[in-house]
């Protein structure tokens, strides 16, 4: 697929001038390595971790899974990988994602080009050369014509202002950073924080400890995962069928197989709901969400959904004060991350296990030998700060980006992210953000739109050579009418009636707006294909001379 380039001259004597700099081994990092080798272009992923596998590396916290199926949830770039890879698990385990992950790098012979252990701390653009001068925390500079900044949209942990962390003398993890070697959870322990990652560990804490404090500031709505091994001939069936799987999953709304039932909740009578409700419960994970299409846009139709839900989570919890606190108030139901879980609110039953509302009785402090609340002080061996991310843009804003004329990213997002189509940002030329703010990312397959930014953005380089070009950067106008978009359609749904890190409320002073593009990844993937098409009309193209046309390597 070699064709000719604009590309970096092969100057063995400068091993770290590159074509392209991609940031992070993660799903999108690994697959834009593979693509722009395909390209002929000189690239190097730069990865901060001991290992390839981004969130799904740090994230080995027990009980961590994927809770999109993993037939879904996996590369549809390589229809041999498809029938060599075969999945155990409906949600299949950290453990077997990252080993997913490591298959893929050995299998397409990835490592050569990935540089672990070296964490980008600087980016800065120079107009001059038209080359991107990246710096690490061990001081190596590379340069680079392109950066494929995929460093996730779930990666920077947050670490929330506790204070007393400093002080305790027992052991602190976050779920984010979960360390390699085992963590001795027999004690007494305390998780902060009920999220996804909390709802996945607590119920396995609880088994493993002798005693849990959760401590829960808001209540989440949780769907059961109804995970499972996968039966031998059902795995031969979707072998059998995966290219027809790949496609279909192209044209659907969350990129996934999960279909939309077009009926309104109302409609119906309160029979049909419940039934409709009960039929998509029984499936597992996100199904209930799609029970009927205005569940996420209409107050009266979510609250039927909500109380649901809340009904499910009474039936689960003995006690009705307990369960009380664990039934989600005051936003709508699946407007906040849909937590998807096994086992975790029958863990409350339990006589180990004791849950804290923090809205109720507010941690104070972490003091040497535990965490004291306004009312009671819980003396643990081991605290887990399940709380989640700095989402979106934790990432890039820890990294000293400079586009055109020194213009920082965090200057530039100091009011909310602006990226047009969630992929490129003005003044900004030649960078490109997988999953990024704006795009579908977070609110759909992020796998599956992973794979489409780096699908597209490759074509775009492709194109770009073919072209005589080296420079691509967005318009202001188009960034900005995208953003409207963004904002527009965010706003014809309950999305941003929750506090929520999508709205980047989660993090104390960030900007509130909604961060992701809710219109579906087919009507995403057709705009930003027809942008392609008809030759990138609201970008600034052009050649900026100083790189040579040199051919493919
Ligand atoms: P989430 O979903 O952001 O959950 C974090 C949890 O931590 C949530 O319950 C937060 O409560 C809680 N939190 C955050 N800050 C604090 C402070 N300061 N005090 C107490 N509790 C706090 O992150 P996860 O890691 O669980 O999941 C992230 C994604 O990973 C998930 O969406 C999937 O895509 C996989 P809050 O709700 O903010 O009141």
């Not at 959760?214 to 769907?223: D, E, G, K, L, S």
């Not at 309950?494 to 993090?507: C, P």
Request: charge should be negative.
């Amino acid at each position: 697929m070699s064709s000719a380039h604009p590309i970096t001259e092969n100057d063995a004597s400068k091993p770290n001038q590159l074509d392209v700099v991609i940031i992070g081994a993660g799903f999108s990092g690994l697959l834009a390595l593979y693509e722009m080798r395909q390209l002929g272009l000189r690239a190097r992923v730069l990865e901060a971790g001991t290992g390839v596998g981004g969130v799904w590396f740090w994230n080995r916290y027990p009980g961590a899974r994927c809770d999109v199926e993993s037939v879904d949830y996996s590369f549809a770039t390589w229809p041999e990988l498809d029938q060599e890879w075969t999945w155990s698990e409906r949600f299949s385990t950290q453990p077997e994602i990252e080993k997913y992950l490591n298959f893929v790098a050995d299998k397409y012979d990835l490592r050569p080009d990935i540089q672990l252990e070296t964490k980008v701390t600087s980016a800065h653009f120079d107009e001059a050369e038209n080359r991107w001068a990246v710096g690490t925390e061990a001081g190596e500079a590379f340069s680079a014509t392109y950066v494929i900044a995929a460093t996730g949209m779930l990666s920077e942990p947050n670490w929330p202002d506790i204070k007393g962390r400093d002080v305790f003398k027992g052991r602190i993890e976050h779920t984010a950073r979960w360390p390699k070697d085992p963590v001795d959870l027999s004690g007494d322990v305390a998780v902060i924080g009920a999220g996804s990652s909390g709802i996945q560990a607590i119920p396995i804490i609880a088994e493993l400890a002798r005693s849990l404090v959760v401590f829960q500031r808001t209540p989440n709505y949780a769907v059961p995962a109804d995970n499972a091994l996968i039966p031998d001939d059902v795995m031969r069936e979707i072998k059998a069928s995966y290219p027809k799987r790949r496609q279909a999953v192209r044209d659907t709304y969350f990129g996934n197989m999960m279909d939309v039932n077009e009926q309104s909740a109302l409609e119906v009578s309160e029979e049909e709901r419940e039934q409709a409700f009960l039929a998509r419960w029984n499936e597992g994970s996100f199904n209930v969400l799609l029970s009927f299409r205005d569940l996420l846009f209409d107050p009266e139709a979510n609250k039927t959904f909500a109380d649901f839900l809340e009904r499910k989570i009474r039936e689960k919890v003995k006690d009705p004060q307990i369960a009380d606190e664990l039934v989600p108030r005051g936003y709508p139901a699946g407007a906040k991350r849909m937590c998807v879980d096994s086992g975790y609110f029958e863990t409350f039953n339990r006589d180990n296990v004791t849950l804290v509302s923090m809205t109720k009785e507010p941690i104070v402090e972490i003091t040497e030998t535990g965490i004291r609340t306004d009312g009671r002080e819980f003396e643990v061996d081991t605290i887990v700060f399940a709380t989640g991310f700095d989402a979106f843009t934790g990432a890039l804003s820890r990294i000293d980006i400079r586009g055109r004329d020194g213009l920082t990213l965090n200057e530039k997002w100091k009011d909310g992210p602006s990226a047009y189509l969630g992929l490129t940002v003005s003044g900004f030329p030649n960078l490109f953000i997988p999953t990024g703010p704006g795009s579908p990312s977070l609110l759909s397959n992020v796998v599956h739109s992973a794979e489409q930014h780096v699908h597209w953005l490759t074509e775009c380089i492709r194109y770009l050579g073919e072209n005589g070009y080296n420079y691509i950067e967005p318009s202001q106008e188009a960034e900005d009418e995208w953003m409207a978009l963004v904002d527009e359609i965010a706003n014809a749904t309950l999305y941003t009636k929750a506090h929520s890190y999508y709205m980047g409320e989660n993090i104390p002073g960030k900007p509130r707006m909604f961060m992701a593009y809710l219109g579906g990844v087919k009507p995403y993937r057709e705009h930003t294909e027809g942008i392609a098409e008809q030759g990138y009309p609201t970008f600034t193209l052009r050649s900026a001379g100083e790189t040579e046309l040199v051919g493919s390597r």
